[in-house]
Structure formats: structure tokens, C-alpha cells
């Protein structure tokens, strides 16, 4: 049994639900590309694909400095929201969320385009020609059939969001019981005396939850690939 203290139940739970929001706002997004990647052909989509893959590589702290950029007080997009939407992003949990979701997004992106490839076309086009519109052949027949690798993406995404510091810390700081995830709580502890015997309880804890999570979204990413013999 872990002996967590209050701040680390505080920090447990607003991880929990930064990454849980994180996928959320990411799903629909992803689903669309995840389909598109895997279906469509159009010029461009090798830079759609860069663009998607561009926070895997870029470092968390540019990220986040784009995000405050174009989200903060006096960005294109911060001000618009606060003034007309009342929505504040900076130093909010729900810039966290924004930030652990573009820094998630292209995993599971990958994990999605993956199911959508392992769909066999051949039932699409079946469901096509027994009558089937577009949208009622991708409703019935694709995404069910891609449901592992959606649910393999969501898990990804939520461990990845779990682990998120760099962006997160740029937009949306580290307020106590607010934005401060685990891993920002941790690297607070370590400034403070005896910060690291401290930490032990969250550092395991967190762990075991993203380790759990990363397990599950590879089964379940496999078991989307090798369904129907692709891998």
C-alpha cells in the first residue's frame, strides 16, 4: 500500500484528469486523420503526415512555447477565447490538457492509421455496393472494426499525457492542486531537501500507471495489426 500524501493525491488526480481530457479533446481529431492517412490519397499528405509527427520531435519546451504563443493573453487565438468564449488556457489545468494533448496526438494518430490499415477494404466496399452511403459503410463496418487500434491509441496517448512536463510547465506553470501534474510535482521535490526519499511513493506509482498503460496500448495495437494477418 503506497502512503501518498495529500499533495501527492492532489498531483495524482490532476494528471489523471489532464490526460483523461487530453485524449478526449484528441479522439475526434484523430480518428479523421487517422482515417485519412490510411485511406486517402491528396497532394500534401506526406507534410500532413510531418506536421501530425512534428511534436515527436521537436523539444517539449518549443512546444509549449508555441502553444503560449498562440494561446496566451495577447495570442491570435489566447485572446479570442478568453474575450469571447471566457476560456483561459494559461496557467489553467486545461492548458495542460492542450499541451499534453498536441505533444500525445501523434501517437495515437499512429496507432489509429494503423487499425484503419488493417481494415480489410474488400468488407468496405462490400457494404458499398449492398446499398451502403459513405458515412454508413465507415459507422458499421470500419470503425468497429478498427476499435482496438482506437482504444490502443487512447491508452498511448493517456500515458504519454501522464509523463508530460515540458510543455506543460511552459503554458501552464505549476500551480498546487491546479496544473501541478506528477512530474512537475517531482521535479519540485527534488529542489527541496530530502525531496528524492520523498518522492519514492509517486515516482512508483507512476510507473506502474504508465507502464501499465503502455503495455496495454501495445497489446492492443498488435492485436489490431495481426486481426487480419498484417502483423
Same mark, same amino acid.
Given at each position: 500500500?503506497?502512503?501518498?500524501?495529500?499533495?501527492?493525491?492532489?498531483?495524482?488526480? #490532476?494528471?489523471?484528469?489532464?490526460?483523461?481530457?487530453?485524449?478526449?479533446?484528441?479522439?475526434?481529431?484523430?480518428?479523421?486523420?487517422?482515417?485519412?492517412?490510411? %485511406?486517402? %490519397?491528396?497532394?500534401?499528405?506526406?507534410?500532413?503526415?510531418?506536421?501530425?509527427?512534428?511534436? =515527436?520531435? =521537436?523539444?517539449? #519546451?518549443?512546444?509549449?512555447?508555441?502553444?503560449? %504563443?498562440?494561446?496566451?493573453?495577447?495570442?491570435?487565438?489566447?485572446?479570442?477565447?478568453?474575450?469571447?468564449?471566457?476560456?483561459?488556457?494559461?496557467?489553467?489545468?486545461?492548458?495542460?490538457?492542450?499541451?499534453?494533448?498536441?505533444?500525445?496526438?501523434?501517437?495515437?494518430? *499512429? $496507432?489509429? *492509421?494503423? $487499425?484503419?490499415?488493417?481494415?480489410?477494404?474488400?468488407?468496405?466496399?462490400?457494404? *458499398?455496393?449492398?446499398?451502403?452511403?459513405?458515412?454508413?459503410?465507415?459507422?458499421?463496418?470500419?470503425?468497429?472494426?478498427?476499435?482496438?487500434?482506437?482504444?490502443?491509441?487512447? #491508452?498511448?496517448?493517456?500515458?504519454?499525457?501522464?509523463?508530460?512536463?515540458?510543455?506543460?510547465?511552459?503554458? $501552464?506553470?505549476?500551480?498546487?492542486?491546479?496544473?501541478?501534474?506528477?512530474?512537475?510535482?517531482?521535479?519540485?521535490?527534488?529542489?527541496?531537501?530530502?525531496?528524492?526519499?520523498?518522492?519514492?511513493?509517486?515516482?512508483?506509482?507512476?510507473?506502474?500507471?504508465?507502464?501499465?498503460?503502455?503495455?496495454?496500448?501495445?497489446?492492443?495495437?498488435?492485436?489490431? *495489426?495481426? %486481426? =487480419?494477418?498484417?502483423?
Amino acid at each position: 500500500m503506497f502512503n501518498l500524501s495529500a499533495d501527492e493525491f492532489a498531483a495524482l488526480r #490532476v494528471s489523471c484528469l489532464v490526460a483523461s481530457t487530453a485524449v478526449a479533446l484528441s479522439l475526434p481529431f484523430g480518428v479523421v486523420l487517422g482515417w485519412l492517412l490510411a %485511406r486517402g %490519397r491528396f497532394r500534401g499528405k506526406s507534410l500532413v503526415e510531418a506536421l501530425i509527427n512534428l511534436p =515527436l520531435v =521537436l523539444p517539449p #519546451v518549443v512546444t509549449g512555447y508555441l502553444l503560449l %504563443r498562440l494561446f496566451g493573453r495577447n495570442g491570435p487565438l489566447g485572446g479570442f477565447m478568453e474575450d469571447w468564449l471566457g476560456i483561459r488556457l494559461v496557467f489553467d489545468w486545461k492548458g495542460a490538457a492542450l499541451a499534453s494533448a498536441v505533444v500525445a496526438f501523434p501517437l495515437m494518430v *499512429r $496507432a489509429i *492509421r494503423v $487499425a484503419f490499415v488493417s481494415v480489410d477494404s474488400r468488407l468496405e466496399q462490400a457494404a *458499398r455496393t449492398l446499398g451502403a452511403g459513405p458515412w454508413d459503410t465507415f459507422f458499421t463496418i470500419s470503425l468497429p472494426l478498427a476499435r482496438h487500434g482506437l482504444t490502443a491509441g487512447c #491508452v498511448l496517448a493517456f500515458a504519454r499525457s501522464m509523463g508530460e512536463f515540458g510543455a506543460t510547465i511552459m503554458i $501552464a506553470g505549476s500551480i498546487p492542486g491546479e496544473t501541478r501534474t506528477i512530474p512537475l510535482f517531482i521535479y519540485i521535490q527534488l529542489e527541496s531537501p530530502g525531496g528524492i526519499e520523498q518522492s519514492q511513493s509517486i515516482v512508483v506509482v507512476s510507473v506502474l500507471v504508465s507502464t501499465a498503460a503502455l503495455i496495454a496500448g501495445e497489446f492492443l495495437e498488435r492485436r489490431s *495489426r495481426t %486481426r =487480419l494477418g498484417l502483423g
